[in-house]
């Protein structure tokens, strides 16, 4: 029998990405297929998704959808069924997908974003001609109204079907003062502590994981750690009450995608025995960067410059970095004072520290494909991919010991070596001697080229592929429609 699920985002590749949501959501469908499951993803239609869709089939028009006119167009993206939700008074508009080019979030992104979730509500409910699913996933706060939807505002005649809310980051939470609930379209009833009211106005991921059937998060020790206050982010009580209805299922990667025996991005490609392979690349990226050229270890950095991703630390460690002989090619962009810090470092380092700012998706494939390693100073990391990326790529990760991050990568310590699973350096904490001591320990190990290919090699072997998640994403949908049956 197969199963059909709705998933609902605000972002997925290849139309739309601003992170690793984007990566999970695009890659999704595929992974759960072998599993019996087909699945839809319901997208806004952004100017790129409208553009790379073309014309598409209509199948639904709303006369006022939380108060403007939307239609429903059903597509097929890399073989699987899409619908975007056309709401041009919503989503035509320049910038990203939540602000505008300067990076101010949209004032209206609780009505933009209610609005798709009412229409994921519509859809899984049945209320679409046409179209029956048997479950509904969403994704974080964006897509998060849709379960509460479901349970207190169903479409007349529609159906009752269970719902799974994935959280990607529980830092973004969507908060919203109490003024909107009445835009919302929800009965009074959906106004208390086990509905969408947070803190005296409306949080749509907490109404999301109060009402769904099951909460997901995107690693088992994030799973676990946001039933603490430090990474609960004041929903650990709720995280709590929901019990075993908590699952960590690891994100997987593309392998179609991210795999450097096939990687057309890359000027060489090359295998874990053919590490030799890689130096052309590691040579082509120091041009780019206008690095100095040599054998001295050469670390990348692909981010978001933010708090979370620990950037303002790494900042206080490159003076250590380029004192021990190492070099810095980063890509990122985000807060403002933090991107100037980066200039200024690569200002007094030049040749050795380079900088840039924006974002650059094939530029991400060279720095995996050239780098030597891979920094990953996160303060706290549901799950994180870009450790994933360089497992895959021999770009060894250097990273902080928490959430996915602790879940995937082997710490080089001596039983780890002698064991031959070493697949990386992972240090305890976020501060400059922690940091420090990290990125000493991989120049070391390095400058060991026996163990340091060995490492490589160890993380080019692991499976971070969608198989395993696939199906525990398919079980759990399972299970919960077997439940409802
Ligand atoms: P998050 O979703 O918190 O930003 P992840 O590690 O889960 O972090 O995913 C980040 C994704 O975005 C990866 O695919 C990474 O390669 C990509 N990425 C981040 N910053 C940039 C950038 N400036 N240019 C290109 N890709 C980037």
């Known amino acids: 029998m197969t199963l059909r699920v709705l998933s609902v985002a605000s972002e997925a590749v290849p139309l739309v990405k601003t992170g690793g949501l984007a990566d999970v959501v695009g890659a999704l469908p595929g992974a759960v297929a072998p599993h019996g499951v087909e699945m839809t993803t319901l ?38 069924p899409l619908i975007v939700l056309d709401a041009p008074a919503y989503f035509a508009r320049g910038g990203g997908p939540y602000g505008d080019a300067g990076g101010r ?18 859809l899984a409910g049945g209320a679409i001609k046409g179209k029956r699913f048997d479950l509904l996933h969403a994704h974080d706060w964006q897509a998060a109204m849709a379960p509460a939807y479901l349970r207190f505002a169903p479409a007349e005649a529609g159906r009752i079907v269970p719902s799974v809310m994935t959280i990607h980051n529980m830092a973004f939470q969507g908060w919203h003062g109490a003024e909107i609930f009445a835009g919302l379209g929800l009965p009074r009833e959906a106004w208390s502590m086990h509905g969408v009211e947070y803190h005296g106005g409306v949080g749509f991921l907490k109404a999301g994981m109060e009402a769904a059937s099951a909460i997901t998060t995107v690693s088992p020790s994030y799973a676990a750690e946001i039933a603490a206050p430090e990474f609960g982010m004041g929903l650990e009580g709720l995280v709590l009450s929901r ?56 670390f990348v950095v692909i981010s978001r410059l933010t708090w979370q991703k620990g950037m303002d630390v790494l900042l206080e460690t490159l003076d250590h970095l ?3 002989g190492g070099r810095l090619a980063l890509l990122g962009s985000g807060d403002a004072a933090t991107e100037a810090g980066f200039h200024a470092a690569a200002a007094r380092h030049p040749g050795r520290i380079a900088v840039r700012t924006g974002y650059d998706e ?30 895959a790529y021999g770009c060894v990760p250097v990273v902080c010991r928490t959430g996915g991050l602790a879940d995937t990568v082997i ?46 090699r160890n993380g080019m072997k692991s499976d971070f592929s969608w198989a395993r998640s696939g199906k525990a994403y398919a079980d759990l949908y399972t299970q919960l429609v077997m439940e409802t049956r």
């Open 43 to 80: 997208l806004p239609g952004y100017p790129a998704v409208m553009q790379a869709i073309g014309k598409g089939r209509s199948v639904h028009s709303y006369p006022s959808l939380l108060g403007e006119p939307a239609r429903l167009i059903a597509t097929k993206l890399g073989g699987h």
């Open 105 to 122: 979030d949209w004032g209206d992104n609780w009505r933009r974003f209610a609005a798709l979730a009412r229409v994921a509500a519509d």
């Open 243 to 298: 019990g075993d209805r908590v699952r960590g299922i690891l994100n997987g990667i593309d392998t179609t995608e991210w795999n450097p025996e096939t990687d057309l991005q890359l000027p060489a490609r090359y295998g874990a025995r053919k590490l030799d392979r890689r130096i052309p690349n590691k040579r082509a990226l120091e041009a780019e960067f206008g690095l100095e050229s040599g054998d001295d270890p050469l």
């Open 322 to 324: 380029v004192g021990i």
């Open 362 to 391: 094939a530029l991400a494939h060279r720095m995996q494909g050239g780098g030597d390693a891979i920094l990953i100073p996160s303060r706290f990391e549901p799950c994180g991919l870009t450790q994933l990326y360089g497992l």
């Open 411 to 456: 710490d080089a310590n001596v039983a780890a070596m002698q064991a031959g699973v070493a697949t990386g350096i992972q240090f305890g904490r976020v501060d400059l001697p922690s940091l420090s001591t990290a990125i000493s320990r991989a120049t070391a190990l390095y400058r060991q080229p026996e163990q340091w290919r060995a490492i490589q």
